[in-house]
């Protein structure tokens, strides 16, 4: 019987999709220009749609009648025209507005630009929730400030996130700093993923989420820090042929090339494509150290039906480089500042031939269904490659105030690679007077990994009062002689989750946000420092949310819960130490505002992190699990788009990060945690006049002193830079210039090597 309503209700379904068809057309100014952001609607109905940039609509699964269709738009005199739709064909009805494209500028430079307040995401809570009733605090910088800002390497987007530091890894991948603990970029669309060797190129981005404080229970400890998780989303395809082509000189040799290009490859927009491809050489700005890279990134989107949708990317990633030198001082050197290094800031010790090659393969694929009540099937699968064909890395340790040592390592082939797939089930109920907004998934990981690496010792010791020949690869080489390459075995590791999370609605004013996930790990490693373990966690996550002002202001404050899980640790007695998950508490609360028509976003958050059972090595090199941090802080972010064609964004993060307890080492400042982090922007393009579609903008980084080393010894010294930019854009093409360090600021990062010096950008893009 059950079978039998089924395929009633299956053939009912389909009699009334037959019955029902397609409105689509085109909507252009006077003068023959796109009237991009025009409302399209069925009078007497919900059903609409909004004119894309192209100039075109659709309106889909109409019932078969006769209606009347809308036309309007902020300032234009609202238009109507009749139309009839029939089974299963497709009407077209084109409008002509009588106003001209200039008119309509204004309002749709005050919508492009309200782009760079806007916090909309499903990835960040997994589920269709605003901002304004997510218990969290998150940041998010999307391509339109990026492109103000010429944005050419992907670290310097992560400048406008606020309390945030961008890390580069002597292994040559990135990170960040975030609330006192460094996370790597291991989250692509929402999938684990790595940058730890091959970086990521801005070419493919569509924007990047910081999503703050410990963040297990949707991500996991594979995606996540203690920091948080920064989530790379890259870009779609979408309904209409457009693209543009894009170049790029400046300092220190800077050549790019890139393009985008989007079009449909059927006339019903069932099939869509998208391909973004960029090519860059560049040296550093001292005498050693280049970047060479090159992207091809190719995205299709096919819709078979209105209720499913599958979506495939690639991104292929090659890199030939320097790697960053992670520079390190002796505690009887003499020295207590990097700043007191006594080698030229744009000189080195070693050779240009000490390089590394990194090969990055990507793959994507989302397949999203609309089930039968109201439910959401969203299926990802995802793998990453990275793959090193070489890496050398260099340690230099000065040991007084003019002798250094030199140490270099080889590492390579490296091969590290994740499989992933997630399955998320979506929907809304209500239960009584309460409302559901609901999520449960499960996901699988297993992450493969190999390699081999080996250490010169201390090669050189050079006085740089001397005249001395660089460390080269032959003299490196010569010492990695047969034996000194370890092979590292193989890395296996089998990861299960499970979460399911609830954002009850009280009213349309308080929410709660319920939240828990469990993750059970399977390490099935073998080789020279492997130690096979299973372990499982619960990562629990409460929020509450009251809106003071409805969709304007509200307050939120969460618990969260993030973790690491450890391998067993053979102690030098030989007995061996089970290490339990560590756990990461957060407390947080704070106001969020969205005001002005969502042309101001600002957050205010306070956060108190906790761990109390991190893993510490005493002076007898034992190790205990009995390690205590606390991490506590104020974050503010403000951006805003307070009149047409300006944006304004600022940022200040203050972090406390203590070790508590630890022998020798209490009440010290993490290592690597500026206390003061400040951002900001300003960017202005003119709407009228002489100066009409000319743009200047301006803004810097201040970020405080930090230690190098949990001890307390080392300083890495403050910093603040500033940059600015002019451009003029109109629907055809951009220009762009943007200075970089004015000041010519001196500063070192986190592994303390040098940062750049003043440099330039100019771009051109020519758009279709």
Same mark, same amino acid.
């Given at each position: 019987?059950?079978?039998?309503?089924?395929?009633?209700?299956? +053939?009912?379904?389909?009699?009334? +999709?037959?019955?029902?068809?397609?409105?689509?057309?085109?909507?252009?100014?006077?003068?023959?220009?796109?009237?991009?952001?025009?409302?399209?609607?069925?009078?007497?109905?919900?059903?609409?749609?909004?004119?894309?940039?192209?100039?075109?609509?659709?309106?889909?699964?109409?019932?078969?009648?006769?209606?009347?269709?809308?036309?309007?738009?902020?300032?234009?005199?609202?238009?109507?025209?009749?139309?009839?739709?029939?089974?299963?064909?497709?009407?077209?009805?084109?409008?002509?507005?009588?106003?001209?494209?200039?008119?309509?500028?204004?309002?749709?430079?005050?919508?492009?630009?309200?782009?760079?307040?806007?916090?909309?995401?499903?990835?960040?809570?997994?589920?269709?929730?605003?901002?304004?009733?997510?218990?969290?605090?998150?940041?998010?910088?999307?391509?339109?400030?990026?492109?103000?800002?010429?944005?050419?390497? @992907?670290?310097?987007?992560?400048?406008?996130?606020?309390?945030?530091?961008?890390?580069?890894?002597?292994?040559?991948? @990135?990170?960040?700093?975030?609330?006192?603990?460094?996370?790597?970029?291991?989250?692509?669309? %929402?999938?684990?993923?790595?940058?730890?060797?091959?970086?990521?190129?801005?070419?493919?981005?569509?924007?990047?989420?910081?999503?703050?404080?410990?963040?297990?229970?949707?991500?996991?400890?594979?995606?996540?820090?203690?920091?948080?998780?920064?989530? +790379?989303?890259?870009?779609?395809?979408?309904?209409?042929?457009? %693209?543009?082509?894009?170049?790029?000189?400046?300092?220190?040799?800077?050549?790019?090339?890139?393009?985008?290009?989007?079009?449909?490859?059927?006339?019903?927009?069932?099939?869509?494509?998208?391909?973004?491809?960029?090519?860059?050489?560049?040296?550093?700005?001292?005498?050693?150290?280049?970047?060479?890279?090159?992207?091809?990134?190719?995205?299709?989107?096919?819709?078979?039906?209105?209720?499913?949708?599958?979506?495939?990317?690639?991104?292929?990633?090659?890199?030939?480089?320097?790697?960053?030198?992670?520079?390190?001082?002796?505690?009887?050197?003499?020295?207590?500042?990097?700043?007191?290094?006594?080698?030229?800031?744009?000189?080195?010790?070693?050779?240009?031939?000490?390089?590394?090659?990194?090969?990055?393969?990507?793959?994507?694929?989302?397949?999203?269904?609309?089930?039968?009540?109201?439910?959401?099937?969203?299926?990802?699968?995802?793998?990453?490659?990275?793959?090193?064909?070489?890496?050398?890395?260099?340690?230099?340790?000065?040991?007084?105030?003019?002798?250094?040592?030199?140490?270099?390592?080889?590492?390579?082939?490296?091969?590290?690679?994740?499989?992933?797939?997630?399955?998320?089930?979506?929907?809304?109920?209500?239960?009584?007077?309460?409302?559901?907004?609901?999520?449960?998934?499960?996901?699988?990981?297993?992450?493969?990994?190999?390699?081999?690496?080996?250490?010169?010792?201390?090669?050189?010791?050079?006085?740089?009062?001397?005249?001395?020949?660089?460390?080269?690869?032959?003299?490196?080489?010569?010492?990695?002689?047969?034996?000194?390459?370890?092979?590292? %075995?193989?890395?296996?590791?089998?990861?299960?989750?499970?979460?399911?999370?609830?954002?009850?609605?009280?009213?349309?004013?308080?929410?709660?946000?319920?939240?828990?996930?469990?993750?059970?790990?399977?390490?099935?490693?073998?080789?020279?420092?492997?130690?096979?373990?299973?372990?499982?966690?619960?990562?629990?996550?409460?929020?509450?949310?009251?809106?003071?002002?409805?969709?304007?202001?509200?307050?939120?404050?969460?618990?969260?819960?993030?973790?690491?899980?450890?391998?067993?640790?053979?102690?030098?007695?030989?007995?061996?130490?089970?290490?339990?998950?560590?756990?990461?508490?957060?407390?947080?609360?704070?106001?969020?505002?969205?005001?002005?028509?969502?042309?101001?976003?600002?957050?205010?958050?306070?956060?108190?992190?906790?761990?109390?059972?991190?893993?510490?090595? %005493?002076?007898?090199?034992?190790?205990?699990?009995?390690?205590?941090?606390?991490?506590?802080?104020?974050?503010?972010?403000?951006?805003?788009?307070?009149?047409?064609?300006?944006?304004?964004?600022?940022?200040?993060?203050?972090?406390?990060?203590?070790?508590?307890?630890?022998?020798?080492?209490?009440?010290?400042?993490?290592?690597?945690?500026?206390?003061?982090?400040?951002?900001?922007?300003?960017?202005?393009?003119?709407?009228?006049?002489?100066?009409?579609?000319?743009?200047?903008?301006?803004?810097?980084?201040?970020?405080?002193?930090?230690?190098?080393?949990?001890?307390?010894?080392?300083?890495?010294?403050?910093?603040?830079?500033?940059?600015?930019?002019?451009?003029?854009?109109?629907?055809?093409?951009?220009?762009?210039?943007?200075?970089?360090?004015?000041?010519?600021?001196?500063?070192?990062?986190?592994?303390?090597?040098?940062?750049?010096?003043?440099?330039?950008?100019?771009?051109?893009?020519?758009?279709?």
């Amino acid at each position: 019987m059950k079978q039998f309503l089924s395929f009633m209700l299956l +053939l009912v379904s389909m009699h009334a +999709l037959a019955q029902t068809g397609t409105i689509r057309g085109n909507v252009t100014t006077s003068d023959g220009k796109p009237a991009e952001f025009v409302n399209i609607v069925l009078e007497k109905t919900s059903r609409g749609a909004v004119v894309n940039e192209a100039g075109n609509y659709a309106v889909n699964k109409v019932p078969a009648g006769s209606y009347t269709l809308v036309a309007s738009f902020a300032g234009l005199v609202t238009q109507k025209k009749e139309v009839t739709v029939s089974a299963l064909e497709v009407s077209t009805v084109d409008f002509i507005l009588a106003e001209d494209n200039r008119q309509l500028q204004e309002v749709i430079v005050r919508s492009s630009a309200g782009r760079v307040t806007d916090k909309s995401s499903d990835m960040v809570a997994r589920m269709p929730i605003s901002n304004l009733q997510n218990p969290q605090a998150f940041n998010i910088v999307g391509k339109e400030l990026m492109k103000q800002q010429n944005v050419v390497a @992907i670290t310097d987007a992560f400048k406008n996130a606020p309390g945030v530091v961008a890390a580069l890894y002597p292994s040559g991948g @990135i990170g960040a700093l975030s609330r006192g603990f460094s996370t790597g970029i291991d989250a692509r669309n %929402g999938l684990q993923t790595t940058s730890g060797r091959g970086s990521a190129d801005v070419a493919n981005i569509e924007r990047i989420e910081f999503i703050k404080g410990p963040s297990g229970t949707l991500f996991g400890a594979g995606s996540s820090s203690f920091g948080g998780v920064v989530n +790379l989303v890259t870009k779609k395809p979408f309904e209409t042929f457009k %693209g543009s082509v894009d170049l790029s000189v400046g300092s220190f040799g800077l050549g790019r090339i890139s393009a985008d290009v989007n079009t449909p490859l059927k006339s019903d927009n069932s099939l869509l494509l998208r391909v973004n491809t960029a090519l860059q050489r560049q040296d550093a700005y001292n005498e050693r150290g280049f970047y060479n890279s090159s992207l091809f990134a190719p995205s299709i989107l096919y819709k078979p039906t209105d209720r499913l949708s599958v979506l495939v990317d690639a991104e292929i990633y090659s890199v030939n480089s320097v790697r960053p030198t992670y520079v390190r001082i002796a505690e009887d050197a003499g020295i207590r500042s990097y700043a007191d290094i006594p080698l030229d800031y744009k000189k080195s010790l070693l050779d240009n031939d000490l390089d590394a090659k990194t090969n990055t393969v990507k793959f994507f694929g989302e397949a999203r269904y609309r089930m039968n009540g109201g439910w959401t099937s969203t299926t990802n699968v995802s793998y990453v490659n990275e793959f090193t064909e070489r890496s050398y890395q260099d340690y230099p340790v000065w040991i007084s105030p003019t002798k250094v040592t030199i140490d270099v390592s080889r590492y390579g082939p490296v091969s590290n690679t994740y499989a992933n797939l997630q399955q998320n089930f979506n929907t809304t109920f209500n239960t009584g007077p309460l409302k559901h907004t609901f999520l449960t998934g499960l996901n699988l990981n297993q992450f493969l990994g190999r390699g081999e690496s080996g250490g010169t010792g201390i090669i050189r010791t050079l006085d740089v009062r001397d005249n001395n020949l660089k460390v080269d690869r032959i003299l490196v080489d010569s010492a990695l002689v047969p034996g000194t390459m370890l092979n590292w %075995g193989r890395s296996n590791t089998l990861t299960y989750g499970a979460y399911v999370s609830d954002v009850i609605s009280f009213n349309d004013r308080l929410f709660a946000m319920l939240s828990l996930r469990y993750e059970y790990i399977e390490d099935k490693s073998v080789g020279p420092w492997a130690s096979p373990y299973t372990q499982s966690s619960f990562s629990p996550k409460l929020g509450l949310v009251y809106q003071v002002v409805k969709d304007k202001v509200s307050l939120f404050a969460n618990y969260m819960n993030g973790y690491q899980n450890y391998p067993p640790i053979v102690q030098p007695n030989g007995s061996t130490l089970q290490v339990k998950p560590i756990y990461a508490i957060q407390y947080e609360g704070g106001i969020k505002a969205e005001l002005l028509d969502k042309k101001v976003n600002t957050t205010l958050s306070y956060y108190y992190i906790d761990i109390d059972n991190a893993v510490r090595y %005493g002076n007898n090199s034992f190790a205990f699990q009995d390690g205590k941090q606390v991490s506590k802080g104020i974050e503010w972010d403000f951006s805003a788009n307070p009149a047409p064609g300006m944006t304004v964004i600022l940022g200040y993060g203050y972090n406390d990060n203590r070790i508590l307890g630890a022998e020798n080492l209490d009440r010290n400042i993490s290592n690597n945690s500026p206390q003061h982090i400040a951002n900001y922007w300003l960017n202005y393009q003119f709407q009228t006049g002489a100066l009409r579609n000319f743009g200047l903008g301006a803004g810097g980084n201040y970020v405080s002193d930090a230690y190098f080393d949990d001890t307390n010894l080392f300083l890495l010294p403050s910093y603040h830079i500033v940059n600015a930019s002019a451009f003029y854009e109109n629907q055809k093409f951009r220009i762009g210039f943007k200075l970089n360090n004015i000041n010519n600021q001196k500063s070192w990062g986190f592994w303390g090597a040098p940062n750049p010096t003043r440099n330039f950008v100019t771009s051109v893009s020519f758009k279709f």
